[in-house]
């Protein structure tokens, strides 16, 4: 069996301006990203302790909190796809699962989410 490698972020609060709401309407007060990133095994079973040898995750977070506070989105939807953009950009990257999520839903609780799956051939056609 082949070894598997992922990194995984979870609830991470992003500061971001998605949707349209009327007056009446239910406002989110917090959107909340998961993201997991399979990546060869190599960058994690390493023979050495170095950053020279693993995934540098820090420049992708970087570059996700930038995106999300790059003005308005009208959708969740366009947010993930410039984050699995984003992903693309690492030859790393083999696979990416992307979820945003937003709460409350309906008085005062509940998350309502997006999530994206990118494999490898298609992470491959984005870049």
């Given at each position: ?39 060869n095994a190599k960058k994690v ?83």
């Amino acid at each position: 069996m082949k070894s598997q490698a992922c990194f995984e972020l979870r609830d991470l609060q992003i500061n971001t301006d998605i949707g349209t709401y009327g007056p009446h309407d239910i406002v989110p007060d917090k959107h909340v990203l998961d993201l997991t990133l399979q990546v060869n095994a190599k960058k994690v079973v390493i023979a050495e302790d170095g950053m020279a040898y693993v995934f540098d995750y820090d420049p992708l977070v970087t570059e996700i909190i930038r995106l999300a506070g790059d003005g308005h989105y009208a959708t969740q939807e366009r947010l993930i796809t410039r984050i699995a953009e984003a992903c693309a950009a690492y030859a790393d990257i083999e696979s990416v699962e992307i979820c945003l999520r937003k709460s409350p839903v309906y008085n005062g609780s509940g998350s309502l989410g997006v999530r994206l799956i990118v494999d490898a051939n298609t992470l491959t056609g984005m870049r």
